[in-house]
């Protein structure tokens, strides 16, 4: 199997779009990163339990036959913490974060759902629940390897896919005016470009680098839905600026490009 297979994903807005799959070492990465920070916060919350837990050990020991069902009780909650975190920390941070954890955003990996849009709490919990079977006996390494998708489990039954993030481009390379670099400056200072997610800005991306193939009509018929697609994720009355649809989407793109670079 390729370590860069590809998938392609139709959007809403009937555009293509085409993303590395994460491969087996780029997941490996990030699932030690993200393994290293939940055993230290692990770490610390069971050494806060074990601490709390003797200070009411010492308090049942005062009460005749309350120390058994007391250890019992304890030892049930310290399980409940570990499986809290186990779960809780891909869950917290696949929602927050977009699809990512640290180690996800450490290796440049992102899952997104397969038809291109952003994670959310049902697919996160899905595939955090199934997460203990993906690593029995190495099972979901083993689906990742031998499968055209690279899916684990969790991915098959949440319907979510790990990829690579996506790359940028120069302005040059999509053809762009230098006028924009002005236009995207002040858009990016002014603005809530943040508000845009990853697959929003790739569905952009992706116009721009094939407008020049398209026909007129659908051209300017799709800069005009997908320019009112994100005046209305901004937050933005119409065209903030005296410029065309695709000249605001340029500006859009390089302005979403340099706020995530500086993060």
Do not use: C
Request: hydrophobic share 50%.
């Amino acid at each position: 199997m390729s370590l860069f297979n590809r998938v392609k994903i139709r959007t809403p807005e009937s555009v293509e779009l085409e993303f590395r799959l994460a491969g087996i070492g780029n997941r490996a990465v990030a699932l030690l990163v993200d393994y290293l920070i939940w055993g230290l916060l692990l770490l610390g919350l069971l050494s806060a339990w074990a601490w709390l837990s003797y200070q009411i050990q010492v308090s049942m020991d005062t009460i005749n036959g309350a120390k058994e069902n007391g250890n019992l009780w304890l030892t049930a909650v310290a399980l409940l913490i570990v499986f809290g975190v186990y779960t809780g920390y891909f869950v917290v941070f696949e929602t927050l974060w977009q699809g990512q954890t640290p180690g996800k955003r450490y290796a440049k990996i992102r899952v997104i759902r397969e038809d291109g849009q952003p994670v959310g709490l049902a697919q996160a919990l899905l595939r955090s629940l199934l997460r203990p079977l993906d690593d029995i006996a190495f099972l979901g390494m083993l689906l990742i390897i031998l499968g055209q998708r690279e899916k684990r489990l969790g991915d098959w039954v949440a319907g979510t896919l790990v990829i690579q993030e996506d790359r940028s481009f120069s302005p040059l390379a999509l053809g762009m005016s230098p006028e924009v670099q002005t236009l995207s400056l002040e858009m990016a200072l002014e603005h809530e470009v943040g508000q845009l997610h990853p697959d929003d800005f790739a569905v952009i991306r992706e116009y721009l680098q094939r407008r020049q193939a398209m026909d007129w009509r659908a051209r300017s018929e799709l800069a005009i839905h997908l320019a009112q697609q994100a005046i209305q994720l901004m937050g933005l009355s119409p065209l903030p600026f005296e410029t065309s649809p695709e000249v605001f989407l340029e500006a859009v793109y390089l302005a979403y490009q340099q706020q995530t670079t500086h993060e």
